[in-house]
């Protein structure tokens, strides 16, 4: 009976010591008195000194003179399946170096990269053929939406009551609204060049003579037989460097140097003038046209080794 009694009134003790330590447990940090020193701590690192009664790692390592960082970073929890933590535990065992967390931040990372870019970026990989095909289709049914809603504002405006007369002018303004949203997606869209160089050259045997020359090299070069025509297709996409024949059908290759060097969304594209015209005579317009450079007609391919070094760096 003694024994019992022993042995009950130490479970008691036992008990009431059990619940002070899960009282003083749960107690909060910041009741217990701190020293300046774990003040100081806990403002540097913005970290606890003391959690839940007790001194943390934290502020020991802190005393030591150990670089503690600020707690700039949230932590977040990750549930998955049993199988599925096995076998990405297998898969790190052999790659070694990407964790959940560095997984975690590559993802949100490319998925804000994905949704940041604009339309303008997606409908860049069109050809633009397409581009102007979507063009043309919105365009269509537009030119008539805004003409009968204009015919209607200027001739019969005095017979519409108030509210139709209203309608009216929304639908025109919206029509006008659409129309410089398609002109300034769609028409002014720089799709990215299926090719390296643009040849503007007006003989048709030079043209294929050099586009042969520069598949077999690994560079896609296109060649149009017209000054205007070189222009047009800059309109649309952006080569990596421009061949250039000074005599041409319909403009001066000098002209067209300088439309292009003038234009501050094609000035950085080198031009290189490809003609028959005397050297001396070529080099006088250099600096006036801000040429890049000339190669000679009759040419040896080993001329053409200036142009594919600019290729390769572009």
């Not at 003609?275 to 890049?292: M, P, Q, R, Y």
């Given at each position: 009976m003694v024994q019992k009694l022993a042995r009950s009134k130490k479970n008691d003790e036992i008990n009431d010591k059990s619940d002070k330590e899960e009282s003083y447990m749960n107690n909060d940090h910041n009741s217990f008195e701190k020293s300046d020193e774990m003040k100081k701590y806990e403002k540097e690192t913005g970290r606890y000194a003391i959690w839940r009664g007790i001194i943390t790692e934290g502020f020991r390592r802190w005393q030591k003179g150990e670089k503690v960082y600020h707690r700039d970073k949230e932590r977040i929890s990750l549930y998955v399946t049993?199988?599925?933590k096995s076998k990405w535990l297998d898969y790190t065992k052999n790659t070694g170096e990407l964790t959940i967390s560095k997984l975690i931040r590559e993802a949100v990372t490319a998925f804000i990269k994905s949704k940041s870019n604009?339309?303008?970026?997606?409908?860049?990989?069109?050809n633009p053929q397409a581009?102007?095909?979507?063009?043309?289709?919105?365009?269509?049914?537009?030119?008539?939406?805004?003409?009968?809603?204009?015919?209607?504002?200027?001739?019969?405006?005095?017979?519409?009551?108030?509210?139709?007369?209203?309608?009216?002018?929304?639908?025109?303004?919206?029509?006008?609204?659409?129309?410089?949203?398609?002109?300034?997606?769609?028409d002014n869209i720089k799709v990215k060049s299926e090719y390296d160089v643009l040849l503007i050259e007006d003989d048709l045997a030079t043209i294929r003579l050099i586009t042969s020359y520069f598949?077999?090299?690994?560079?896609?070069c296109k060649g149009v037989v017209s000054g205007s025509k070189g222009l047009e297709e800059l309109g649309s996409t952006i080569p990596k460097l421009i061949l250039l024949d000074i005599i041409l059908p319909d403009l001066s290759g000098y002209d067209i140097c300088k439309t292009i060097k003038s234009d501050k969304e094609w000035a950085n594209i080198p031009v290189y003038f490809?003609?028959?015209?005397?050297?001396?005579?070529?080099?006088?317009?250099?600096?006036?046209?801000?040429?890049?450079?000339f190669i000679l007609k009759p040419f040896n391919f080993s001329d053409f080794e200036v142009i594919f070094d600019i290729l390769k760096k572009s």
């Open positions: 049993e199988d599925t604009n339309h303008k970026y997606s409908l860049s990989k069109l581009i102007s095909n979507i063009s043309h289709t919105l365009k269509e049914p537009l030119t008539s939406i805004k003409g009968y809603s204009q015919l209607l504002l200027e001739n019969y405006k005095e017979k519409l009551n108030v509210q139709v007369l209203d309608t009216v002018r929304n639908i025109f303004e919206q029509s006008i609204l659409l129309e410089k949203k398609i002109i300034n997606i769609l598949e077999s090299k690994g560079f896609k490809l003609t028959a015209i005397a050297g001396n005579e070529v080099e006088k317009n250099l600096a006036d046209t801000k040429s890049d450079g």
